[in-house]
């Protein structure tokens, strides 16, 4: 299992703040030959009629000096859970939780912008002094399983 993301308590706590339910920390991920373990798994009631919203969640804090280089670590990273999540728990939706100045410095660049449209790159962007969620792309209302 791999090391907790200097930022993973801000995500935690600005997830319960919101109201999500913690379910898993780690979110093991079993796929037989190897032992993977996504950071949270959390549940939201977002209404009776919509029923129970699960999503898994992957910090990333991108503190490195290469931020392209740990954004290729990560986008690979989140396609193989979220392949290995989907044989697992077809019901929760996988996001990549960035640091909001990363995600405006970096993640709105054309380049990086064009990746994450091409394989489906889901984010939440937290802020780091309040411990809260700012951004979900897309929002969790609205996506389809």
Do not use: C
């Amino acid at each position: 299992m791999s090391a907790r993301d200097l930022f993973h308590d801000i995500v935690k706590n600005a997830l319960q703040k919101d109201g999500w339910i913690i379910t898993h920390d780690p979110y093991p991920l079993p796929t037989g030959s190897f032992d993977l373990a996504i950071d949270l798994g959390a549940e939201k009631v977002i209404a009776a009629y919509r029923g129970e919203q699960k999503i898994a969640i992957e910090i990333k804090s991108f503190l490195g000096s290469s931020k392209i280089s740990q954004f290729y670590a990560a986008l690979g990273q989140f396609i193989a859970y979220r392949t290995a999540l989907h044989t697992q728990d077809q019901d929760r939706i996988l996001y990549l939780a960035v640091p909001n100045d990363i995600y405006d410095r970096f993640f709105l660049t054309p380049f990086v912008q064009e990746l994450v449209t091409q394989n489906q790159l889901y984010l939440i962007t937290y802020s780091i002094a309040s411990e809260s969620l700012e951004k979900w792309i897309p929002l969790p209302n609205i996506v389809s399983k």
